[in-house]
């Protein structure tokens, strides 16, 4: 079955330290999202990509950056992690149904990151 | 003021209770709404669009009032399984889902 899967799930890091969180989806959707939720936020978009080579910035990408060298995967890394960067990460790939005029986003299983 | 915003809740209701969120939006440009569940600790999912009509589906009916800004999700005949946060979500220009913060549900027995 197609899936969008996250790895890893946890993980814990040390302040300035690069981390790279992966997101792999095999629905062959082109729209591909990073989201980070933290409590009193909801989730809020990091990056996203509408195709290969295509990324944009979101809402909070400050210390924040993607690549998408194929259409499965979105990499996030995070440069110098800081604390401010504890959270829990989403990623969600989407296709837009022509027929039915909607579109909708599929979540991955996220990645839980502490940074100390 | 958030782009979409909900009463984070929690609401207690007993099971078979009728229970009703709203949600209100700011950006009138909004194109499309959804609600999303989320089970503690787990990824949102989709429960279902929101259309200018009213939808239903099932135990859960959806409604959206442009012109008032708002929209709502009715669950009937609660169950224990409902309990959870839902996700109030506008979709916007160049397909950006906006969420509000959730409202949490707990359904006792």
């Known amino acids: 079955d197609a899936e969008i899967t996250q790895s890893p799930r946890h993980k814990i890091t040390e302040t300035g ?7 792999h989806q095999t629905w062959n959707h082109n729209n591909m999202f990073w989201y980070r939720q933290d409590l009193g936020h ?3 978009l990091i990056h996203y990509s509408y195709g290969v080579h295509d990324t944009n910035k979101g809402e909070v990408s400050d210390g924040y950056s993607v690549s998408r060298s194929n259409t499965e995967d979105l990499p996030l ?10 959270s829990v990460y989403f990623c ?4 837009r149904d022509t027929a039915k005029g909607e579109e909708t986003q599929y979540f991955g299983p996220g990645t839980r990151l502490l940074v100390l | 003021r958030k782009e979409v915003e909900q009463d984070p809740g929690p609401f207690n209701v007993p099971e078979g209770a009728t229970v009703a969120f709203n949600c209100t939006y700011s950006n009138s440009a909004s194109q499309s709404f959804f609600w999303y569940r989320q089970d503690c600790r787990k990824e949102p999912k ?8 009213g939808n239903e589906d099932g135990r859960f009916t959806a409604q959206l009032n442009r012109a008032s800004q708002y929209i709502s999700l009715l669950i009937r005949d609660s169950k224990l399984s409902d309990s959870a946060t839902y996700l109030c979500v506008a979709l916007n220009a160049g397909n950006m889902l906006t969420f509000g913060g959730g409202t949490r549900l707990m359904v006792k027995p």
């Open chain 2, 46 to 53: 989709l429960l279902m669009s929101v259309y200018s009509s």
């Open chain 1, 42 to 44: 909801g989730l809020r």
């Open chain 1, 92 to 95: 969600a790939s989407s296709e």
């Open chain 1, 17 to 23: 330290r690069q981390v790279t969180l992966a997101c």
């Open chain 1, 77 to 86: 890394t995070l440069e110098s992690a800081a604390s401010s960067q504890t």
